[in-house]
């Protein structure tokens, strides 16, 4: 049978079941997305200068709330069409180390933000670049070394330098950008 309905034991046809993992996406992207615009308001500092001039003043939650739209819309359209999607659970299918390397990765993760925030980004960033490459199979530790070092730098560069983040420093961190080579 390949409409998505199943053939049950005495001969019948059990009815198809139309909420699937889709459904319940698209549920929790419109609520989301409700949540979201109501706490927009409380969540979003007033601007301290406020420019005027020809462009009209627009509030600082006119973007984060048009986002949370988004989301409502297309939370709402996933919703409706995954009723017409006929789809197997792949999840129930997944074997024990797909399910371990994600576990693991969450982990690290978790570990990864306390450490930069003490450590800093660069030394955080290194330290959880390299411990998931060598989970993951990276067995050149010189050159895992290299790219756990460099990457977080060039990052770090980046962030504060171009795009004018603050990130955790560390004295490791701020010493390449205020005396010579990334400058």
């Keep these: 049978m390949n409409d998505g309905s199943q053939k049950l034991d005495n001969?019948?046809?059990?009815?198809?079941?139309?909420?699937n993992f889709n459904t319940v996406s698209g549920l929790f992207f419109v609520a989301l997305a409700l949540i979201l615009f109501a706490i927009i308001p409380y969540q979003i500092d007033k601007?301290?200068?406020?420019v005027t001039g020809s462009v009209a003043n627009l509030p600082a939650e006119l973007f984060p709330q048009m986002v949370a739209v988004a989301f409502l819309f297309l939370g709402i359209w996933l919703a409706v069409t995954s009723f017409s999607i006929h789809q197997v659970n792949e999840l129930r299918n997944l074997d024990k180390e797909a399910i371990v390397n994600v576990s693991v990765t969450l982990v690290l993760m978790a570990i990864y933000v306390p450490v930069m925030v003490s450590l800093g980004f660069v030394v955080g960033s290194a330290i959880m670049v390299f411990a998931m490459s060598t989970y993951f199979g990276n067995r050149n530790f010189?050159?895992?070394?290299?790219?756990?070092?460099?990457?977080?730098?060039f990052m770090f560069f980046i962030f504060r330098r171009v795009?004018?983040?603050?990130?955790?420093?560390?004295?490791?961190?701020?010493y390449p950008l205020t005396n010579w080579s990334l400058i």
């Design 142 to 153: 010189v050159t895992g070394a290299i790219i756990s070092i460099v990457l977080p730098m």
């Design 47 to 50: 601007p301290l200068i406020v």
């Design 163 to 174: 795009l004018l983040v603050e990130l955790p420093p560390f004295p490791v961190d701020i």
């Design 11 to 19: 001969g019948t046809t059990a009815p198809e079941r139309r909420i």
